[in-house]
């Protein structure tokens, strides 16, 4: 029910009786609220009222400086009790936003669903009460854990500022020595920078002379090919060239007499092949005649198993028209042999 907000909603009596029982107020049961008696709600207010610190007075003690103005002051003490109680009970409840005003009648003759509103504002109020004193105590307790470290944290501070102070004179005391390295460092920055262009002269320089190394080595490959390629042409020239004019009319005279032999073999070759033609054209001739022959052989090979055939089917006839006539006799016969039967 711990909420950062307050509000008063309308409790369950399971709820009141229990808070009552577990704080201490009241060990009573639900049914004593259906039908609240005086006694019982007066002992459950005094002690919320103690609980919530409303009573800076001893309760049960009256003003005797008020009672002393009546006739019979000892009459009237519990009913200054009781009014004292209803003005410190209706305070409480005003200051805790009760939604109904809380009246002497509710101290006397308590109703149960006014009663019900009364305890449940009082009991919102007291649990929002205690959430926010614990917070104020987490904060309490924080506040004073934060003090109990604040010496040693001011220490650490004193400590850390002797050490700065420390460092800012020893970096004092270094700054010439830094001086000196930021110079020698510049120097050394400068012939750095130089060198590096130094290296990238060197670099140009270097690329440009092998690029004529390379062309060089161009040059020298082309040379050696044509040189090789010289060579080669002079070895076939100096084996044409003939050492001695016998030998070359030697060599001459060998080579009209072998093309005369290849002419000779050309005009017999000719020769023989014109033979060769001729013959062929009289083979073709004759293998067409002959083909010709072969039809005609063939056709009247057909003509001849023709005949046969038309011979074969003659012959059955024959053999047909001779059963038919033995059988045209053998009817006579009988027909004979009837007509003499008849006569």
Not at 228 to 239: D, G, H, I, P, Y
Request: aromatic share 4%; with cysteine.
């Amino acid at each position: 029910m711990a909420s950062s907000t307050y509000s008063c909603p309308l409790l369950p009596r399971r709820e009141i009786v229990s808070f009552l029982s577990e704080s201490e107020f009241a060990n009573i049961r639900e049914e004593h609220l259906l039908n609240p008696s005086p006694d019982l709600m007066c002992s459950i207010y005094t002690n919320m009222l103690i609980y919530l610190d409303a009573l800076q007075d001893d309760h049960g003690q009256a003003d005797f400086d008020a009672l002393g103005q009546l006739e019979n002051p000892d009459h009237h003490v519990g009913s200054v009790r009781v009014m004292n109680l209803c003005h410190k009970i209706g305070e409480l409840l005003e200051a805790a936003q009760c939604i109904i005003k809380f009246t002497l009648k509710d101290l006397l003759k308590p109703d149960t669903q006014r009663t019900g509103i009364f305890l449940s504002t009082l009991i919102n109020f007291c649990i929002f009460r205690d959430t926010k004193l614990n917070l104020v105590e987490q904060f309490v307790n924080q506040v004073n854990v934060h003090e109990l470290k604040h010496p040693e944290l001011e220490a650490r501070i004193a400590q850390l500022n002797n050490e700065i102070l420390e460092a800012e004179e020893a970096s004092k005391k270094d700054e010439p020595f830094v001086l000196e390295l930021q110079t020698k460092l510049k120097e050394l920055r400068q012939t750095i920078q130089s060198l590096n262009n130094h290296q990238v002269a060197l670099k140009t320089s270097f690329r440009a002379l092998k690029e004529k190394a390379n062309e060089i080595d161009a040059k020298i490959s082309t040379a050696d090919y044509t040189l090789a390629q010289s060579a080669q042409e002079n070895a076939k020239l100096r084996s044409k060239i003939v050492q001695s004019p016998e030998k070359l009319q030697g060599l001459l005279e060998e080579k009209k007499s072998i093309l005369e032999e290849v002419k000779n073999s050309e005009k017999s070759a000719m020769e023989s092949f014109q033979e060769k033609t001729t013959t062929l054209e009289v083979y073709s001739k004759a293998c067409k005649k002959m083909n010709k022959h072969l039809a005609q052989m063939q056709a009247i090979q057909e003509q001849v198993n023709s005949s046969k055939t038309v011979d074969k089917e003659v012959k059955v006839l024959k053999s047909k028209l001779n059963d038919d006539s033995v059988l045209c006799k053998s009817l006579e016969a009988k027909l004979v042999e009837l007509q003499g039967r008849a006569d």
